[in-house]
């Protein structure tokens, strides 16, 4: 094989592909890139059995063929090299020359024979959605997923069409992440669990705009993301997703609408009194003033503060992780805000008016007549 690429579009593609490299396994070759040279293209693949990554990259292809090249060594030595054009040739003894300008290195390859390629995915079942909209909806619902490997289903998010709408929802045992969008045409209707890893590594190589499409192919086990010159498959979590419809049709005590900036500018600074050993709530009351409580004691001080709010309903005092309050403010982009209260033992709801978005966050228990 040997075929020659400008630097930039080399490691703009060893960039896109890295992320379904294995870090720590027992099979080399997953650490490896395939580099295949065929039909005028170079493809460079990744992957890592759960997830995987193939990406064209544009170059001149002057002898057809294959290799696996170790990721880190491989990847080190392209961003090293001068901001010019690249020579890549295999020689009869397993071995590739590297050569850019004055630079020459030779290092070890595989003959790319091992390397596992992607599953095909038929293309059946799909939907299709702008960059935008998907890095988006990741970006909302992400944060809510568990780390935990023992509870495997709150390490995914559920992606469910139905009635042309795609909703996607995470949850951690805390707390709750909905978020829905409109889909053109007819759509046909899924429920899959799709890995919390891949969509966070996805959400990292999209980066287009509104007219920047993505297709998303079902299967039984697999999810296929497609966009430009770049193919994401995905193993899916096998098992039904957690019921939560009663959860998200919860009445109310309270309803406040509140500042989102300065709401978060009172929570940002409570924060500051928080050690990571400290487990305290920050206390929220509202009363029949029309404001807005906040209160912190911890072992490095005391803090308390207040802001305007709208409210209907109820007084209320109710302690939460201020870290949850935070992620999901952080990721609404109205100026305003509409939180739904019961009482200091239920959680609450913060959502838009046509429910686009909804957070649940259950609170921390506290002894209310404490705070009263």
């Not at 379904?20 to 005028?40: N, Q, R, Y």
Request: glycine share 4%; with cysteine.
């Amino acid at each position: 094989m040997r075929i020659k690429c400008k630097k930039n579009q080399l490691i703009a593609g060893i960039n896109i592909v890295s992320k379904a490299v294995a870090t720590k396994t027992t099979m080399p070759i997953l650490e490896c890139i395939l580099l295949k040279a065929i039909g005028g293209n170079l493809y460079l693949t990744a992957n890592n059995m759960e997830l995987g990554i193939e990406t064209m990259v544009e170059a001149t292809i002057l002898e057809e063929g294959q290799i696996a090249l170790e990721a880190k060594i491989f990847s080190d030595i392209i961003r090293k090299l001068p901001d010019s054009e690249i020579d890549l040739e295999t020689g009869s003894d397993i071995r590739v020359d590297i050569r850019c300008e004055k630079s020459k290195f030779t290092i070890p390859c595989r003959t790319g024979d091992e390397f596992s390629p992607l599953p095909d995915i038929e293309k059946e079942k799909s939907i299709q959605i702008s960059q935008l909209a998907l890095r988006d909806i990741i970006r909302q619902t992400i944060f809510s997923i568990s780390d935990n490997e023992n509870t495997k289903m709150m390490t995914g998010e559920s992606f469910e069409v139905v009635n042309n709408q795609l909703i996607v929802i995470s949850l951690d045992g805390h707390r709750i992440s909905r978020r829905k969008i409109d889909l053109r045409g007819d759509n046909p209707e899924v429920h899959v669990v799709v890995p919390g890893k891949t969509l966070q590594e996805l959400s990292k190589i999209i980066n287009g705009d509104t007219d920047d499409l993505v297709d998303i192919y079902f299967s039984d086990r697999h999810l296929l993301f497609e966009f430009e010159n770049t193919r994401v498959v995905s193993r899916l979590i096998e098992g039904e997703y957690f019921k939560i419809a009663t959860m998200m049709s919860m009445g109310h005590n309270l309803s406040v609408k509140a500042n989102k900036k300065e709401l978060m500018g009172i929570i940002d600074r409570a924060s500051l009194l928080i050690q990571e050993t400290d487990r305290k709530p920050i206390i929220v009351s509202v009363k029949n003033d029309n404001n807005l409580y906040v209160r912190l004691d911890t072992n490095l001080g005391s803090m308390k503060e207040e802001m305007e709010i709208e409210k209907e309903g109820e007084e209320i005092i109710i302690g939460f992780n201020p870290k949850f309050l935070m992620d999901a403010l952080r990721v609404i982009d109205d100026d305003s805000v509409c939180i739904y209260m019961t009482d200091s033992k239920n959680p609450c709801i913060i959502k838009d008016e046509a429910e686009t978005y909804v957070y649940i966050i259950l609170p921390i228990s506290i002894n209310t007549d404490i705070y009263a």
